[in-house]
C-alpha cells in the first residue's frame, strides 16, 4: 500500500527565513510525484510534478526536489503569501491514482 | 469561467437525508475524481471515473455512490447522509496524458 508522510505538521517561518519541507514516500514504483497548494476554504493548486530521481522544478520562490524515497519543497526567501498548506502526493507505476500525505500547514509572518 | 466547479458550496443537511453534489468541468477531461478532506486525514479518494462507461471505487467508498452522467458531469450522491460524512468534498479531473489533477473549490457537507 502506498504511503505518504509530510514533515513537519505545521512551520512558522518570518518573513524571508528559508526552510523546507519533507515528503516521504513508499510506493511499489514510482511513476510521479506530485506538489500542491491549498489556500484556507479552497482547492488544491498543482504546484510541481516530479518523475525521477535527481530532478528538480522551480517556481518562483519554491523549488522541489525528489530522491528514491522522499522529496523536499524548498521555500527561499518567503513571503506571507506563501502561507498556505501544502500537500505531497504520489502515484504508482500501475495506474493514476493519487495517495496524499495529510500536508504541511505554513505561516510565514511579516 | 473556472474549469471546474462544483454545487453547491455549502449544504447543511440532517441525518438520512439523501445529498447529490455536482461537479462540472470545461477542461475537456476524461478522468474525474471525488475526494473527501477532514482536518489532519488530509485527501481521500472516494470514486474515479475514467471515462462515461467506467466507475471504479476508493479508499472509502461505503456509504457513497457516483454518477457520470457525461464525459464533463459526474456527481456524488449520499444516499442516507451520517454525522461523519461531515466533510470538505472536492472533484478533480485529468486527462490521462499526464498526471497532475485539476481540483474544484468544494462543497463543504454539515451533517446534522
Known amino acids: 500500500e502506498d504511503q505518504v508522510t509530510q514533515s513537519p505538521e505545521a512551520l512558522r517561518l518570518q518573513e524571508g527565513e528559508s526552510s523546507s519541507l519533507n515528503c516521504s514516500y513508499t510506493?511499489?514504483?514510482?511513476?510521479?510525484l506530485f506538489w500542491y497548494r491549498q489556500d484556507p476554504g479552497k482547492g488544491p493548486e498543482f504546484l510541481f510534478t516530479l518523475y525521477s530521481a535527481g530532478e528538480e522544478k522551480e517556481k518562483e520562490r519554491l523549488k522541489a526536489t525528489l530522491t528514491k524515497k522522499e522529496s523536499f519543497l524548498h521555500i527561499t526567501a518567503p513571503k506571507p503569501e506563501d502561507s498556505a498548506t501544502y500537500l505531497c502526493?504520489?502515484?504508482?507505476?500501475?495506474?493514476?491514482?493519487?495517495?496524499f500525505g495529510e500536508g504541511t500547514q505554513l505561516t510565514v509572518n511579516p | 469561467d473556472a474549469d471546474v466547479t462544483q454545487t453547491p458550496r455549502n449544504r447543511i443537511t440532517k441525518t438520512g437525508k439523501r445529498i447529490m453534489l455536482e461537479c462540472s468541468q470545461t477542461k475537456g477531461h476524461d478522468r474525474m475524481y471525488w475526494y473527501r478532506q477532514d482536518p489532519g486525514l488530509g485527501l481521500q479518494l472516494i470514486y474515479y471515473s475514467f471515462d462515461v462507461k467506467d466507475i471504479n471505487k476508493g479508499e472509502i467508498s461505503d456509504g457513497y455512490s457516483v454518477s457520470r452522467q457525461a464525459q464533463a458531469k459526474f456527481s456524488l450522491s449520499l444516499e442516507s447522509a451520517i454525522p461523519n460524512q461531515t466533510a470538505l468534498y472536492f472533484c478533480?479531473?485529468?486527462?490521462?496524458?499526464?498526471?497532475?489533477?485539476?481540483f474544484g473549490p468544494g462543497t463543504r457537507l454539515t451533517v446534522l
Open positions: 478533480a479531473t485529468s486527462d490521462g496524458l499526464v498526471d497532475e489533477q485539476f
Open positions: 502526493a504520489v502515484t504508482e507505476t500501475s495506474g493514476s491514482r493519487l495517495t
Open positions: 510506493v511499489s514504483g514510482l511513476r510521479g
